[in-house]
């Protein structure tokens, strides 16, 4: 038994080992803030964070930079492999960000930035276009999105990523589109169609999307009043709340109150 033990030490301590040899990257150099450096405050995003939301706001664009390593990072095979084992284990404390934190962590940061990241959006088109992942695609769309009007220029990009194979990326870019508020005599009549697409996530947060244009989505109106109808619940009650903001008199005329 004391033989088994030593040996079971000695294969965690050599997994700890490889995984550290493996993981072990030379970080380039981040903003710090009270000590502690911009990633450290972005762990925080496990749930809402007031402090870690100002400490983003007061690094401003010198963040940026390294938001955008974060958006690009995806684990390769080896290290997810490595990262699952090791965590297994309770021997050797590890502590190791993976891709999907990172992405998430970065556009909750663009989140807090808003349009004062708006000199990020041709780095943020060059990412969503690269496709590193469906995590890195679906937030990079969502930091787009937060960045408002200021990002009209990923227009074309997002639209694209409407057609996407993926539900997720899909969706994402869908709403992104109505956050940034910009071209509605194009975007409004790309998103229309997707007010019977069979999908009805796709549906719902088409519908979400054309409420962030308000008025200027009226041309969408025909169509929304027919969402009513819709077979799925969440569907109907967004088109009720959608048509009362985008025209209100139409939706008074389909008996909404």
Known sequence: MKRRIII?????????????VVLRTKEPPEPV?????????????????????????????????????MLRAKDSKVTAKLVKLVRKQH???????????????????????????????PELIKIFEQNISSNSQNYTAWSLGAIGPAAAKAIPTLLGGTTNTYRGTRCDAIFALGKIHAEPELVVPALTKFLKDPDREVRASTISSLELFGSDAKPAVSALVQSLNDQNGLVRKLAKSALKKIDPEAAAKAGLK
């Not at 079971?8 to 550290?20: E, H, N, Q, V």
Request: charged fraction near 25%.
């Open 8 to 20: 079971i030490a000695l294969l965690l301590a050599g997994w700890g080992g490889l995984a550290w």
């Open 33 to 69: 803030c009270q000590g502690k450096r911009l990633r450290e405050w972005l762990a925080g995003y496990n749930g809402p964070s007031p402090e870690t939301d100002e400490v983003v706001r007061r690094l401003g664009t010198n963040a940026i930079p390294t938001l955008l390593r």
């Open 91 to 121: 021997l050797i404390k590890f502590e190791y960000t993976d891709d999907y934190a990172k992405n998430a962590n970065a556009a909750r940061a663009f989140d807090s930035l808003g349009a004062d990241a708006k000199e990020a959006v």
